[in-house]
Every structure is written in structure tokens, then in C-alpha cells.
């Protein structure tokens, strides 16, 4: 009896071996970058003030896409020159490479930079109201991007590493130095001969350089920065953002200058990093997603919200204005900020002309790609829930991993409840509760922790 057991028990083992080799054939990827400068009038996003459409084009914006497929499973990454991916291009997007390659839709990540000098679908002040002509361009130029990197296939080798680069940006709101020096990159090339396939990289910092007056496209430093990468390592490269919701980057004279400037910075790094990179031929890939349904944040009603305004301001009135009053008086105006717009929405709200729904979908994706783990998450997360995700899922599974924020969706700001508490322009911005971030990181951890060496949660 014993022994017969133990037969088996070795039988399944070989077996299970013969089937993971069987599952981990050659790697084979592709990548393909097309241009998303709109061929008809549009608007500007990124800031409230600038209402205009775009008046030409700086420098070129563009979707790009890379294709991993390791023989059992395959793995979309799209990156692109936007300030905010809606929910419907993303699904529609998903859609369409679904229905051309199979791949399913967890299994594809629609990103964006950030870049606040990007066409932009939402029409200033009507908050739900998207510009279909440009959602459906953005739609046909994103998914035709992974259509053709699937068709570009090549046998592949793939890894990671991770360069950091400090001194370039600054956390803007919670008074501490929390940012993600992180540069996460991973190099995909052609097995004979070496040649770069792509480059997909992350860095966490607001693309705000070039700010509302400005009615050029721009991939702002981001796209500087994926510009300089390509022309120094060829192929395709991607910048995803990070957990960028309170982290900006420092900057100073001209603009168009500075994201130059920014740009190379990066792509110093991103070049140095691939350098480290011994690509494997075989790497496992894998793929989890879930949909939280996260609960609008309260907003109190007219009268609290005064009340809370008009004490802060006495407050603020009560104290000199001098050197050692400074940090405090900053402190208090970020608290009026918070109480000003929650008296705002509360107006709106009462008077029926503010309209957010009650709750909001928003999708946590997790992907694997061999020893990198990316997370995704649909908004403008605080950096501090990155940096946790990093040391747990380090602690969980050995591996590297990096946010992708401003992904499959957007939700706004995702800030901590410190920051709901002390105000500033992120919290007042929010539309989802402080716990938001907390059950995105949970999400994340559950869907990590599914991830095995050769399976899909
Ligand atoms: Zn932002």
C-alpha cells in the first residue's frame, strides 16, 4: 500500500514536471509604438483652468505596447502618453485585443504617464461627460498597438532590475520625505543578437512641468524620457507612473527645457539599469485582477462645512504672519482647503448640480513577469502604499515589484487618512473614502499571494 502510494506520488511529481516544462516554452515578445496625437480638435487636460483645445504639437505623444508570451500564458503592457486612462478605454481597449488574440483582459494593463500636457477626453467643468470621438481614437490606436506587437513576435529574453534615482523629486503635501526613488526596469530583447525589443521602466513623479498656459502637446518628461531611452537602446520604451498621488518633482526655469533636462535623468538611469540585465529565456508569466466597489467619501453637510471653514480662518487670522508661524499657518490652509471644497461639493450636492455617484469600481490588477511583480491600481495613489506593497510582496515571494497608478481606470486621488485629516489639495480632490488605499493594497496582497511559479490566480 505504502509503496504503491509513493508510486503514484512519483508519478504525479514527474508528471508535474513534464508539465511545467511543457508550459514553459521559449519566450517570445513583441512591441510597437503609435502616434496618439489626435488627427481632429480636441482639448487640453491636466489643470481646471485651461479650457482650450490644443494649438499644434511640441513633441510627439504616443500608446505603446509590449507583447510577453512565454507559451502558456501572454501578457499586455500598454503605456501611454495620458494624464488619466477612463474605465471605457481600458475595457474596450482589453476588448478588442481579446477578440483578436485571445488574451484575456486581466491579462492586459492600460497605463498612462500622468502627462498633464496630453489631449484629454473629459470636458472641463461637465465631470462624467468623455469625448466619445477621441475615447473610440484612443481605443483604436492602443489596441491596434498590442494587435501588432503580438503579430511582431519574436523568440525573447526578459528580466529586471531596479536603479534608483534620488535627489529628483519631493513629496508635496505630507511634510515628509516620502518618495519612491525606485527605477524599475525591465529589458525585453531579442534572443540571437540582442537587439532591444523594449524597455518598460517605472518612476514615480508628477509630469506637471509644463504647466496650464501652454497649448502644445507634450509627452512632458516622461516622454522626453522614453524618447531618450529609444534613441540610445532602440526598440520601444514604456514609462509606467508610480504611486505618484503626493510626489512631484523638482523643477525650475524653462518648461520645454526642464522636461528635457528630467527626461535625460531618468533615461541615465533606465540606460544604466538595462545594463545589469542577463534576460532569461524562460520566464513565467501570470496574471490576477479584481474589482473593489469603494464608497465615495463623506462630505459633511452645508452648515459643518462653514463652520469648520470659518473657525480655520479665524484661526489662521489669529496668528502673525512671521517666520515661526509659517509651518503652522501652512498646516491651517491646508485644512481650508479641504473644509473650501467640501463646502463647495456640499452647496453642489444640496442644490443638485454636483453629481458623483455614490460609489465607484475600481479594478486592482496584479501581473508577473518573472521576478517582477507589477501592481496596478485605477488613480492617484499616496506613495507610502507603494513602498509597503514592495517590502511585502519582497517578503511574500522574493520578488521586485512596481506600482503602475493611473491604470485601468481612474478613481483620483487614493490618499491615507493622515492626509484626509490634515487637508491639502489632494484630499479636497478625492472622490473615494481614506480607506480607499488600504483595501487596494489588501486586494493587491490577496492577488499576490495566488501567484505560484507556474500558476494564475
Ligand atoms: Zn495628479
Redesign the pocket.
Known amino acids: 500500500m505504502y509503496r504503491r502510494v509513493l508510486t503514484s506520488v512519483l508519478l504525479l511529481v514527474v508528471c508535474c514536471h513534464w508539465c511545467t516544462n511543457d508550459a514553459q516554452a521559449e519566450l517570445r515578445a513583441g512591441a510597437v509604438r503609435k502616434s496618439i496625437v489626435p488627427p481632429f480638435p480636441t482639448k487640453m487636460g491636466g489643470f481646471f483652468d485651461r479650457l482650450d483645445n490644443f494649438k499644434g504639437v511640441h513633441d510627439e505623444v504616443y500608446a505603446r505596447a509590449l507583447v510577453l508570451d512565454d507559451g502558456n500564458s501572454q501578457i499586455v503592457v500598454i503605456g501611454s502618453d495620458l ?1 488619466a486612462v477612463s474605465s471605457e478605454i481600458a475595457a474596450k481597449t482589453r476588448e478588442k485585443i481579446s477578440q483578436e488574440t485571445g488574451i484575456p483582459p486581466k491579462n492586459i494593463l492600460v497605463s498612462c504617464t ?1 502627462n ?1 500636457s496630453a489631449p484629454s477626453i473629459y470636458t472641463p467643468g461637465r465631470l462624467g461627460e468623455l469625448d466619445q470621438k477621441l475615447v473610440e481614437f484612443f481605443v483604436d490606436q492602443f489596441s491596434q498597438a498590442a494587435i501588432d506587437a503580438y503579430n511582431n513576435r519574436v523568440p525573447a529574453r526578459a528580466g529586471f532590475y531596479a536603479g534608483e534615482l534620488k535627489g529628483a523629486t519631493r513629496n508635496r503635501q505630507q511634510r515628509n520625505d516620502l518618495v519612491d526613488t525606485q527605477v524599475g526596469v525591465f529589458r525585453v530583447e531579442e534572443r540571437e543578437g540582442r537587439k532591444t525589443i523594449a524597455t518598460l521602466f517605472n518612476f514615480t513623479g ?1 509630469p ?1 512641468i509644463v504647466g496650464s498656459k501652454n497649448l502644445l502637446l507634450s509627452g512632458e518628461y516622461p516622454g522626453a524620457a522614453q524618447r531618450a531611452v529609444e534613441n540610445m537602446l532602440g526598440g520601444v520604451a514604456i514609462f509606467t507612473q508610480g504611486a ?2 503626493d510626489v512631484t518633482v523638482h523643477r525650475s526655469g524653462d518648461p520645454f527645457m526642464e522636461i528635457e533636462r528630467l527626461g535625460r535623468t531618468v533615461a541615465g538611469e533606465v540606460i544604466k539599469a538595462s545594463g545589469f540585465i542577463r534576460g532569461d529565456e524562460q520566464i513565467d508569466l501570470a496574471a490576477g485582477s479584481t474589482t473593489l466597489n469603494l464608497a465615495r467619501r463623506k462630505i459633511p453637510p452645508v452648515e459643518e462645512s462653514q463652520k469648520a471653514l470659518e473657525a480655520a480662518q479665524a484661526e489662521l487670522e489669529a496668528l502673525e504672519d512671521n517666520a515661526a508661524n509659517k509651518e503652522i499657518r501652512e498646516q491651517i490652509r491646508n485644512r481650508m482647503r479641504l473644509y473650501g471644497m467640501n463646502l463647495r461639493m456640499a452647496k453642489g450636492i444640496k442644490e443638485g448640480t454636483y453629481k458623483l455617484p455614490e460609489t465607484f469600481d475600481a479594478e486592482v490588477q496584479v501581473l508577473q513577469l518573472g521576478d517582477l511583480v507589477i501592481v496596478s491600481i485605477p488613480g ?1 495613489i499616496f506613495v507610502e502604499y507603494a513602498l509597503e506593497l514592495r517590502q511585502r510582496v519582497r517578503q511574500l515571494l522574493g520578488k521586485s515589484m512596481f506600482l503602475a497608478g493611473y491604470a485601468n481606470g481612474y478613481v483620483g ?1 487614493i490618499v491615507t487618512p493622515r492626509a484626509a485629516v490634515t487637508g491639502g489639495y489632494e484630499a479636497s480632490v478625492a472622490r473615494v473614502r481614506p480607506d480607499a488605499g488600504r483595501q487596494m493594497t489588501e486586494a493587491a496582497m490577496e492577488l499576490v499571494a495566488g501567484l505560484n511559479r507556474s500558476g494564475t490566480p
Open positions: 494624464t500622468h498633464h508628477h506637471v505618484a498621488g492617484e486621488y
